[in-house]
């Protein structure tokens, strides 16, 4: 008892002094006067010996925070006697600080972090401190920036796709360039337009997905149904591109069939101004002359990615959108007004009239079944685990909108893992066409597919040409050199697939003379000359 009299006096003086004459009115003072005592106490021996000052540094610094949140503003208590803290990295000691201070990486903690007082040690007045490089305190003008998990000096740069970022006193300055817009069908109903908006539609119908909105040039449109139990089980059944006015039309189908003008065509298939190839065992890939390329992915699941270049700019009609950088205006509907629906606009661009609308649906399938949702988390979270395999796009796409259609198609599908696996790929493809290469993800999951390719090929994650196949040997057309990143299965290193599918050696390749294959070791005559190929 006589050590507590003994040191109440103390508490008191520490807690009434000058440094907190602003929080007298504020706080019960004779409760953390208890508890400050009570730390002496504790902090002490039995026989008495004076106690550690330093025992209540934690009691007298949550009095000075509670003062703040009170509205009070405490000075600097700590002493060279009483709970001093020394600073490394030339920092000063502070009294009342940001939680987040700034950094590097950071540099203006007011917009982004709570402003609550605390104290603590933090960087001079003009200096933040270099979270990136452990360099301490340094002028803002001398901070790097960081993408992708690398750490770029001032001045440094990187390029993307469409943009090239400089690295300017912590922050990346974006210059953007002439972007393509890119619109994609996934699992059967959800779809991006060309200037990103998200939206899901269960169609029952052909619809107009995009085209130039004269339609003179090209007009794509693709064909949903149901395929499932439900009407919520939809699936892109067929994509249809019409060019010149409709002059020639090309058709393909989700086994990979392809018919031009109604009859069947064998691929590689090339006319005037389009062309259409096997790009992998996944993709079915259709260029044209008019700035539109279509790549149809055939496994899991039929899906569709349609880039067109920007000289298409603000002139795109269909389900696509307008392409004009503004997503709020994305359904416009054929006859020139916006719907606030995703429905009343997606009906609007149906092909046959005799079609039925569909309705706006706003069930959640995963609120059907525990089972089913938990196997859709545990499978979609992947896209957003900061530490998993796909972190390093996260910070150029976001894999937010991505889970949401995985979760959905996972449990609203009966083929669970066929449509999980074509959301997840979903998103690998959207950051291969931001220049982001995501490599080995089916070793996390989905790995059936890449360990299920046929005789002779290989699975790669990154395609980007037909070198492996016998009509692209010594070639210079474009869609043998140059196309956006995929993946499927290709021929093994050495072999070329030739014109029946099968990889062979190259010396077991035709030729081609115009197109036209021909076997090797039969004679032609080219411009009165025999040839022997």
Not at 240 to 245: A, E, K, N, R, V
Request: net charge negative; charged share 15%; proline share 4%.
């Amino acid at each position: 008892m006589e050590q507590l009299d003994n040191w109440k006096p103390v508490c008191e003086q520490i807690l009434m002094g000058p440094a907190f004459s602003s929080c007298q009115n504020l706080l019960d003072i004779a409760s953390f006067t208890s508890a400050c005592v009570a730390d002496l106490c504790h902090c002490g021996n039995s026989e008495g010996e004076k106690a550690d000052p330093h025992c209540l540094c934690d009691t007298v610094s949550e009095f000075s925070r509670q003062c703040v949140h009170a509205g009070g503003k405490p000075q600097n208590w700590r002493t060279e006697e009483l709970c001093w803290k020394s600073c490394q990295y030339q920092m000063e000691y502070n009294e009342c600080g940001s939680p987040c201070a700034d950094t590097c990486s950071n540099p203006d903690a007011s917009l982004t972090c709570d402003s609550h007082c605390m104290d603590g040690c933090f960087c001079p007045a003009g200096m933040v401190f270099d979270d990136l490089n452990e360099r301490g305190c340094v002028p803002l003008s001398e901070c790097s920036c960081s993408y992708n998990s690398k750490t770029y000096g001032p001045g440094e740069s990187y390029s993307s796709n469409c943009k090239k970022c400089v690295c300017k006193s912590g922050q990346w300055e974006c210059q953007e360039e002439d972007c393509p817009g890119i619109c994609s069908v996934e699992g059967g109903a959800h779809i991006k337009s060309f200037d990103g908006k998200f939206y899901t539609f269960h169609g029952d119908c052909s619809y107009v997905l995009a085209k130039d909105c004269s339609g003179t040039q090209f007009v794509i449109q693709g064909e949903l149904v149901q395929c499932g139990k439900t009407e919520s089980e939809t699936c892109l059944k067929s994509v249809t591109l019409g060019l010149s006015g409709g002059a020639n039309v090309i058709t393909i189908q989700p086994n990979g069939k392809v018919y031009v003008n109604g009859i069947y065509a064998e691929l590689p298939f090339s006319a005037a101004g389009i062309s259409a190839f096997r790009a992998s065992s996944y993709y079915l890939l259709v260029q044209t002359s008019v700035g539109a390329l279509l790549e149809v992915q055939l496994e899991p699941v039929m899906q569709l990615y349609i880039t067109v270049t920007s000289d298409h700019q603000a002139n795109t009609c269909g389900l696509c959108g307008n392409f004009n950088s503004n997503q709020a205006d994305d359904f416009l509907k054929l006859s020139g007004v916006t719907d606030a629906t995703a429905a009343g606009f997606a009906n609007s661009w149906k092909t046959h009239a005799g079609c039925p609308d569909v309705k706006s649906s706003f069930k959640n399938p995963c609120s059907l079944s525990v089972d089913n949702e938990n196997y859709a988390q545990h499978w979609c979270s992947m896209l957003t685990d900061p530490q998993g395999v796909f972190a390093s796009c996260h910070s150029e796409i976001s894999p937010n909108s991505y889970k949401e259609n995985c979760m959905y198609d996972s449990c609203n599908c009966e083929k669970s893992e066929d449509f999980m696996c074509a959301a997840v790929s979903s998103y690998v493809h959207a950051c291969a066409a931001a220049g982001i290469q995501i490599s080995d993800w089916r070793k996390v999951t989905c790995g059936k597919y890449a360990s299920s390719c046929p005789s002779g090929m290989v699975y790669s994650y990154n395609i980007t040409s037909s070198s492996r196949t016998c009509r692209c040997i010594g070639s210079t057309d474009l869609s043998c050199h140059s196309f956006p990143p995929i993946d499927g299965c290709i021929c093994a290193e050495g072999t070329f697939m030739d014109d029946s599918g099968k990889c062979v050696p190259s010396e077991a390749c035709p030729c081609y003379d115009e197109g036209s294959a021909v076997p090797a070791g039969q004679v032609i005559t080219k411009e009165g000359v025999m040839c022997v190929v």
